[in-house]
T-cell receptor, first 114, second 109 residues
């Protein structure tokens, strides 16, 4: 099983709302990632967690707050977003941060901020 | 700073053709290179992973090569089919996974 599951698939939220994106994997991977992808652009790294600890934050605005409650789950909490934050948010996992390992991606959450 | 470029940006071909997609990167100090496929509005599907010590990987009609010293990788698709239509992304791993600019492929019947 090489599946990374993201929920919800689609989300529409207002600029004053608080919402969360969820990512789950059961491959025993210890590294998990959030990426943001705008239309017709490649994915851009936001956060990396390694063994449930935040390893990389690519200078992401504080209105995005990641959380890794256990080794299988990764959340992205959203608050006071802007319309320009509308994008496809992708979660990925890999065995660990030994960078020779293969990364697997979920199907993404399509976020629209109105 | 690692930069990853893919050529061509878009490609439209008739069914049955053999294709070559190109990926180039500026810093040869990579751990591995992965090729992904992305259908419109969907996530990424891993196609092939080449470790930095390897030269080539094959999966079905796909063959990927890596020349780390020259900063190049190619993805060869044999006997293309309409179902191959998608965006193909290469990504190199240094201290993070950095994606190329992508090649949008359309295979028409």
């Amino acid at each position: 099983d090489t599946e990374v599951t993201q929920t919800p698939k689609h989300l529409v939220m207002g600029m004053t709302n608080k919402k969360s994106l969820k990512c789950e994997q059961h491959m025993g991977h210890r590294a998990m990632y959030w990426y943001k992808q705008k239309a017709k652009k490649p994915p851009e790294l936001m956060f990396v967690y390694s063994y449930e600890k935040l390893s990389i934050n690519e200078s992401v605005p504080s209105r995005f707050s990641p959380e890794c409650p256990n080794s299988s789950l990764l959340n992205l909490h959203l608050h006071a977003l802007q319309p320009e934050d509308s994008a496809l948010y992708l979660c990925a996992s890999s065995q660990d941060l030994e960078w020779g390992t293969e990364a697997f991606f979920g199907q993404g959450t399509r976020l629209t901020v109105v | 700073k690692q930069e990853v470029t893919q050529i061509p940006a878009a490609l439209s071909v008739p069914e049955g053709e053999n294709l070559v997609l190109n990926c180039s990167f500026t810093d040869s100090a990579i751990y591995n290179l992965q090729w992904f496929r992305q259908d419109p509005g969907k996530g990424l599907t891993s196609l092939l992973l080449i470790q930095s010590s390897q030269r080539e990987q094959t999966s079905g009609r796909l063959n990927a090569s890596l020349d780390k010293s020259s900063g190049r990788s190619t993805l060869y698709i044999a006997a293309s089919q309409p179902g191959d239509s998608a965006t193909y992304l290469c990504a190199v791993t240094t201290d993070k996974l950095i994606f190329g600019t992508g090649t949008r492929l359309q295979v028409f019947p």
